[in-house]
């Protein structure tokens, strides 16, 4: 079997629709719905087949970090929790916040002040 030259080799993607192009990236980032993924430094080619891009990433350094989503706290929660801890709005939705949005637990930290 002969080896393809990268003239050939790109004539014969060209050929098939398939064109293939290198992008200058610094960091690559990819966020899941847990973690966050970035990768420095690597080499992105893109391929190009008939309309449909697909990214190639490889190389570079890899970093991991897991993301904490804040809970979305209802507004009737905060208000529930002013009124039977008998404080502010802010009290109550800054003691919610702690509790990641436990209801019984944010009226019971804001009963021992």
Not at 68 to 82: H, W
Not at 84 to 89: E, P, W, Y
């Amino acid at each position: 079997m002969r080896k393809i030259s990268p003239r050939e080799a790109r004539r014969l993607m060209q050929r098939m629709g398939l064109n293939m192009t290198t992008l200058n990236v610094t960091e690559v980032i990819l966020k899941t719905m847990d973690k966050e993924i970035v990768i420095e430094n690597p080499e992105v080619t893109v391929l190009d087949l008939q309309g449909q891009k697909v990214f190639q990433v490889a190389g570079g350094k890899i970093s991991e970090k897991s993301i904490k989503k804040k809970a979305e706290i209802p507004e009737e929660d905060i208000l529930l929790v002013a009124q039977q801890a008998n404080v502010s709005f802010e009290e109550a939705k800054a003691a919610l916040e702690q509790t990641n949005g436990d209801l019984a637990q944010a009226i019971l930290l804001l009963s021992q002040k």
